[in-house]
């Protein structure tokens, strides 16, 4: 990718900011970021007063989401899920994907699921959970639990 201001090698970087991670491009060459809040505030500035910013349709802005750092190793009210999904809405509105990390999680019920994730399709269509929406961390037992708890 190149940069907007100087055309240099923009590359990806990533780092926790004590939630999850923050994935944003960085221009080797001048310093500047660009991540989805910064996009998405340039495009709406641009529709306003300015020429349309043309932003590469590849870049992929995602935010990795560590329940364990989040709720800890029991993910069991609703109410829990209600905060995680919270979160999750607020980064797909900014143009980010989302991917749940559940490294170090010992137990999710069905109404923790319903509450966090199942509940998303109240606000965005399926599809588009589908493809902005990814799952990490699943031992394979879980995995299978999960299959039942999305049919």
């Known amino acids: 990718m190149e940069c907007a201001k100087c055309q240099g090698l923009m590359i990806e970087e990533s780092f926790a900011d004590g939630v999850g991670y923050i994935h944003e491009w960085r221009c080797i060459n001048c310093g500047a970021i660009l991540d989805a809040v910064i996009a998405q505030n340039q495009l709406r500035r641009s529709s306003n007063c300015r020429p349309t910013l043309a932003f590469p349709e590849t870049i992929d802005f995602r935010k990795t989401l560590s329940l364990s750092k989040i709720i800890g190793t029991c993910c069991s009210t609703p109410g ?72």
């Open 80 to 151: 829990d899920g209600k905060k995680v999904n919270l979160l999750i809405q607020n980064l797909l509105n900014e143009g980010n994907t989302v991917e749940l990390d559940f490294h170090g999680v010992k137990l999710v019920t069905s109404s923790f699921y319903r509450a966090a994730v199942r509940e998303l399709s109240c606000s965005f269509p399926e599809d588009f959970i589908q493809s902005h929406l990814s799952l990490s961390g699943l031992s394979e037992r879980n995995t299978l639990d999960f299959e039942f708890l999305t049919s």
